[in-house]
């Protein structure tokens, strides 16, 4: 395939390439500091119909502070990590994870790890990883490839340790809309949705949906948005929040759609949930919604399934990803979910003991 090509700026044959949403440019800047380290993008050999034959995108961490779900140390070595069984968490305490330090993390902003090109996933992640061990780095990490998928395999063929990480959400619009959507449901949960969207509709609360937010409607989102990281104990500041919200607007302008929730008396939004168009895909992004007013109960589910599942097909959506997470919740309204799985490679002997009792711990609280 040839000689491995890293750039630290978005390389011109990857836009050839016509990549996917979670892979392209205006994703990469949309995304700009979601994950904390030094951005990089692996090339080898060149696709029959332009592109690389194999190209896959990461990040150089350095920091152990980096936010946990783009911070290997964090993710599969630190009791607090976001995914790891709780029944693991002890036995995570006390690990040395300063040895994975710095480490390259192979994935992008959207957290999702994949290859581009049909080159081979093996040679092209073999090169990766030669790059990052002359490069003096301690570790290499795919934190979010699709379980037994050609580059899940390559990690395994290569030594690094897999971390189970659950399922990656979608639901898949039926043709007939919401209606078909419901039938799908068993009994309980047919009763129980519609009577979510009864209670909400019983206080005057409408849904629309619009592609173009104003700067009141950006900044109310970012409000409803601190508010709700403030409440689950993660960092929380409107300006921060209102900066991402207007990245996103700006960057992805044209590709995005918005769900908002409002109140029959002329107030602000209640919530609000923001899709990306990927294709005939949707990625919920971002949401948010006022808890504290009960009038919003169940306005989360209303903005991010039920309006969606009715809009969808209007605008040629076929499938909604949903992501990693909160997976009960997700399969009670309909979802179906791809096997997630993380890997961990250590490069350096420190970084290895380390990966390597990460790994049994978690595959011991696992059973």
């Known amino acids: 395939m040839g000689d491995l090509a890293v750039d630290t700026a978005y390389p011109a044959s990857w836009r050839a390439a016509g990549p996917p949403l979670l892979a392209a440019e205006e994703w990469s800047t949309a995304m700009a500091g979601r994950i904390e380290g030094e951005q990089v993008w692996f090339s080898r050999g060149e696709a029959p119909g332009g592109g690389p034959a194999f190209g896959i995108g990461g990040f150089v961490v350095s920091d152990p502070g980096a936010y946990p779900l783009g911070n290997a140390g964090a993710l599969f070595a630190d009791p607090g990590s976001p995914f ?13 994870t300063a040895a994975l330090y710095p480490h390259l993390l192979l994935t992008y902003p959207g957290y999702a790890t994949f290859p581009l090109g049909p080159g081979d996933a093996g040679e092209g ?49 039926p043709e007939d809309g919401f209606a078909g959507y419901l039938a799908a449901l068993p009994s309980k949960r047919r009763t129980a949705v519609r009577a979510e969207r009864r209670a909400l509709r019983g206080h005057g609360v409408r849904a629309r949906v619009t592609e173009r937010p104003d ?22 500041d409107h300006g921060a929040e209102l900066l991402r919200l207007e990245a996103v607007a700006g960057a992805l302008e044209g590709r995005t759609d918005l769900v908002v929730l409002d109140p029959g008396d002329g107030g ?15 990625h919920g992004l ?19 399934y039920y309006t969606p ?27 179906s979910a791809v096997p997630v799985r993380g890997s961990l490679l250590g490069l350096a002997p420190g970084a290895e003991r380390v990966a390597a009792r990460a790994a049994d711990v978690w595959k011991e609280a696992a059973g």
């Open 84 to 96: 790891a069984p709780d029944t693991a968490r002890e036995g995570l305490t006390g690990l040395d």
């Open 125 to 173: 992640l073999a090169a990766v990883v030669a790059w990052a061990r002359e490069s003096g780095l301690a570790a290499v990490a795919l934190p979010y490839a699709e379980a037994d998928s050609p580059l899940d395999r390559a990690a395994r063929a290569l030594g690094a340790h897999g971390f189970d990480l659950g399922g990656d959400a979608y639901l898949d619009v």
């Open 215 to 236: 700067g009141a409607l950006l900044d109310r989102m970012a409000g409803l948005r601190t508010a709700n990281r403030r409440k689950y104990g993660l960092p929380a």
């Open 268 to 282: 602000p939004p209640l919530g609000f949930t923001l899709f990306v168009r990927d294709g005939d895909v949707w």
């Open 286 to 304: 971002y949401t948010g919604a006022d808890e504290d007013d009960p009038r919003a109960v169940g306005a989360y589910f209303e903005s991010t």
């Open 309 to 335: 599942v009715e809009h969808a097909r209007e605008v040629g959506i076929r499938r909604i990803s949903y992501g990693l997470g909160a997976e009960e919740a997700k399969r009670l309204r309909g979802c």
